[in-house]
């Protein structure tokens, strides 16, 4: 078992490969962590010390012994009201108005598997991948009872943490903060990498010190953000890609999330991941439970690089679920930046033959097929083909697009209304808006209260209707705006945005179960909700709608310190780009692309007959390295926020192939030669370079580098395969 409880001294220790998590319970009953890092043996208790240490209050059960805290000693779920001042994993506030719970241990099971979570999205493993501890606590006066929740992936290197909270009272009780995961370190220096942006610029990267003081990332959107990722690295100062300890907080969460990170009084760190505590106050009846969403846990003392090889290994095997979780994706060409709204059925009938022409697999119709959708300001919620705009029923059109050889994909927002349409006529009251103000608007339209089943009911059955009438195998799921003035009419205002974020996730585990065979691709205004919550329904999401290729390197590495490659949406997009008006060449805009789930959105009809040979070459390559691409170890071999190249690479499994991928990102007088150092080749193996025929030792490849080649013009872009040859 990756789980062991000493009796003796009530120490539970968690164990895979090569790490280990242990905690205690004390002899008053509160739950201590105690060690999580490199695997080593022992108990660590002997950490725990004990002083009369100024103003630190002491619990009533220590009697006049006042080197007995909660404010200096390391917790497992911290809670407020128990002498602890700093940031607190739950905060309940009871019938009386109190804010206090006194949660002490009240027992454990441990089970085969890994547990799972009603109603949200979740690591799963078989019995033999995984184990699960279940640890009771219990206020003894309100009666809230918490169940802690660990799952242990042993072979990944993976802890889950999630908790469940209980009102065992007689009273209702409100929760008004509530975390997954706490991190308390006794010693060290850290800083935290976190990731922030804003439309067209996600998940850039950050590295903070934690100083004394607390610092934290978020949202209050109503979705994991465009501003700020639900993950975050708490690294040694000293640790880079290759070297150091490091540890990963993931939450699996898709709405407002709270990350804060704190030095102590005393030089301790605390790290917390949950559910942002602004808009949200969730009332318990007697005996009703609060599930909080999961945080993925991992780390390890080789660099920052192992720690992503193992969140891209958890998300690809034991998160992302479906047909395409490991199978290739087709590559497909969106119609929006082809042609906006400006189409018919036939435009999208000649974008498939041209794509058929090309080798793509599939035509995306995007928005503007339904209602009165002539631009954004109209037409959401009337989830109706408009065929008198596409010039034949959906059917028609879908077989006439089957008949050129590709497939046909399209978009929908399901959350979104539009004030100018006759569902909101019809329904004002299912739109979130508070009563008796005017409306927040996001790029002219409402969100509609997911948080109702009717509602989300209703729109399920008109999107179903669509979708049989024909062969669609590939949905686009979008949201393109924020939730604000947050009203329901139909529950207590602080559930609000965390029941509308699970009334999604029940949409997309209805939609999923009732058509299996379709790619679902998640999309909130590209990147704004790229998380582990929604990877469990949409194995691949949009990266950004910044298509630039320079600017996707920069949106791409930050993806990666978390996110595998398979999941990031990427296409090759026509220049000068739409978004940034910048031009980089065919050849580097698909280096760039081939990174993710690749893709095109252009015109052909404006493509050279010269480009068209390049895009046919293009995606011949993209389909030999796609497997190596999708389930290889990734590495970052440059930053490209400091450095004047863009160098990454992947890896087989068994390092017997390597794709080493570079873009210029500068370009000089006199140019100095670049040697871009590799990973994870076997040391002793020779490799080919197969452009070349030219061969090297891996570890001169890894150790000395691999120069890039100097030449004039900006953005050069580069593949180089290896593959491993007998000595």
Known sequence: MAIIFQERNRIFTLTTEHTL???????????????????????????????????????????????????????EYPGIGTGDYRSSALIIRNHDGTQCCDLRYAGYEIKKGKYGLPGLPAVYASDEEAD?????????????????????????????????????????????????????????????????????????????????????????????????????????????????????????????????????????????????????????????????????????????????????????????????????????????????????????CGLAKEAAELGMDMVVMDDGWFGKRGDDNSGLGDWHVNEEKLGCTLSELIRKVNDTGVKFGIWIEPEMVSEDSNLYRE???????????????????????????????????????????????YIKWDMNRSLSDIYSSKTSQGKVIYDYVLGVYDFLEKLTNRYPDILLEGCCGGGG???????????????????????????????????????????VSAVPNHQTGRSASLNTRGVVAMTGAFGYELSPEKLTKEEKEEIKKQIRQYK?????????????????????????????????????????????????VNYVKMKGLEADAIYEEMGSGKRYYGMALMEAGFPVPVEMGEYRAYQFEFQRKKL
């Open 427 to 473: 329904h004002p009251d299912w739109a979130i808006q508070i009563p008796g103000r005017a409306p927040v608007r996001g790029r002219n339209q409402l969100v509609l209260d997911f948080s109702r089943e009717e509602v989300r009911d209703y729109i399920y059955e008109l999107i179903c209707d669509i979708l049989d009438q024909g062969n669609v195998e």
């Open 132 to 348: 699960t501890l279940e640890i009771l606590l219990k206020d003894s006066v309100s009666h809230v009872r918490v169940k802690l929740l660990y799952g242990v992936l042993w072979k990944e290197d993976i802890i889950t943490r999630s908790a469940v909270i209980i009102n065992g009272g007689e009273y209702p009780v409100t929760v008004e903060k509530a975390a997954s995961a706490c991190l308390d370190f006794l010693s060290g220096e850290y800083d935290m990498i976190s990731f922030y942006g804003r439309h067209a610029m996600e998940r850039s990267f950050q590295r903070t010190p934690i100083a004394h003081g607390s610092f934290g990332i978020g949202s209050r959107r109503g979705a994991s953000s465009h501003q700020y990722n639900p993950g975050v690295v708490l690294a040694e100062k000293d640790a880079t890609e290759d070297h150091g300890m490091c540890y990963g907080m993931l939450f699996v969460y898709s709405g407002n999330f709270m990350c804060e990170a704190e030095k102590d009084q005393y030089g301790q760190t605390r790290a917390l991941m949950g559910l942002h505590s602004d808009l949200f106050s969730y009332p318990l009846e007697k005996e009703k439970e609060f599930v909080v969403p999961e945080t993925i846990l991992c780390c390890s003392d080789s660099g920052l690089g192992d720690l992503s090889v193992k969140y891209h290994r958890c998300i690809r095997e034991h998160l992302c679920r479906g047909r395409y979780r490991n199978s290739p994706r087709p590559v497909l060409i969106n119609s929006w930046e082809a042609a906006y709204f400006d189409f018919n059925g036939e435009t999208v």
């Open 624 to 672: 030999y390295y796609e497997g190596l691409i999708h389930t290889g170890d990734y590495y970052r071999l440059s930053n490209p926020f400091q450095d004047n190249l863009a160098a990454w690479m992947s890896v087989s499994e068994d390092a017997d192939r390597a794709l080493l991928s570079v873009v210029m990102l500068e370009i000089h007088g006199n140019m100095t």
């Open 529 to 571: 909700r790229f998380d582990a919550g929604m990877m469990y329904y949409t194995p691949q999401i949009w990266c950004s709608d910044n298509t630039d290729a320079v600017d996707r390197v920069r949106i791409q590495y930050g993806t990666s310190f978390f996110y595998p490659m398979s999941a990031v949406g990427a296409h």
């Open 21 to 75: 998590y242990q905690m205690k319970v004390d002899d008053f009953g509160f739950l201590l962590h105690l060690y999580y890092g490199k695997k080593a043996p022992g108990d660590f208790e002997y950490l725990l010390t004990y002083y009369d240490r100024g103003f630190s209050g002491n619990p009533y059960d220590a009697g006049e012994d006042r080197t007995y805290s909660l404010d200096v000693l390391p917790q």
